[in-house]
Each structure stands twice: as C-alpha cells, then as structure tokens.
C-alpha cells in the first residue's frame, strides 16, 4: 500500500468514527493522515494541500463538538490558510472551498462577520452555479442582523 492510500484509508476510517461520534479514534486517525499527507505535500505541494485542508477541517469539527473552541479555531484557522494558498493558485476550481470556510468560522467559530466579505469576493471569482447562488444567500444571511 502507497503512503497515499494509506493516508486515505486512514482518512476515511477517521470520517466514519466522526460520524459515530467516536471523536478519540477519529482523532487519532485524522492525526496519523495528516502525518502522511504532510510528507507527500514535502514533494507535491499542491497535490496535498486540499487533504491537509480537510483533515484541518474535520478535525476543527471535532473539538468544536467535544465542546473545545480554542483547539477547533487552531484547525480552522490552518484549513483556512491551506484554502487561501489553493484558491490565490486556481481561484476557479478552489473559490467554493475557501468560501465554504470561511462561512462556516463565521457561522461555527464566531468568526468576524468581516470575513464573509473576502468569502463574497472569492466567489465573485468563478461562474454562478447553483451552489455558488447559496453561498452568497448564506453569506448575506449572516450578514444580516436578527430583529426582534
């Protein structure tokens, strides 16, 4: 076995322990992917950069669940920097994932509502799809202040 499929085997066995909630394993897991993805990413840089940026993501996931926010911003904040580099190398192909991200540090993480702005302007990047529409309306969901 290639230390690529290992590490998406590893990957994969870390979601599914995710999904059970059974966060120590998946931990563990996502840990030892991230390990090997880290080592191919030394040849092929931007072959690995969106795994790491999963890997950093689901691991945010996790200890935002396990009630641990300082950690989970950790994760998040290496996702997003593994996102940005991708998106400034193929804004195309990469825009939703960074916009994705950053949404969600505003929506999970209690980010600044100012980093929708930079989401908004990767999505301006690529066509409008049906996805890239939700995104904005999301975007502007957020933006909005709750009346009561």
């Not at 990413?41 to 396990?66: G, M, Q, R, T, W």
């Not at 641990?68 to 997003?80: I, V």
């Not at 209690?110 to 301006?124: I, N, Q, V, W």
Request: with cysteine.
């Amino acid at each position: 076995m290639t230390t690529h499929q290992k590490a998406f085997t590893l990957n994969q066995q870390a979601n599914d322990h995710a999904t059970q909630m059974r966060y120590s394993k998946a931990i563990v897991q996502y840990k030892q992917a991230l390990s090997l993805y880290v080592s191919l990413a030394k040849a092929e840089p931007l072959d690995y950069c969106l795994p790491i940026a999963h890997v950093f993501s689901n691991l945010a996931i996790i200890y935002l669940n396990l009630e641990r926010p300082k950690r989970a911003d950790e994760f998040h904040q290496n996702a997003l920097r593994m996102h940005r580099v991708l998106c400034k190398t193929n804004p195309k192909k990469y825009a939703l994932e960074l916009a994705n991200c950053l949404i969600d540090g505003v929506r999970y993480l209690k980010e600044h509502s100012l980093t929708l702005y930079e989401a908004e302007m990767a999505l301006h990047k690529i066509s409008n799809t049906k996805r890239t529409i939700e995104l904005v309306r999301v975007i502007r969901k957020l933006h909005t202040p709750i009346v009561e």
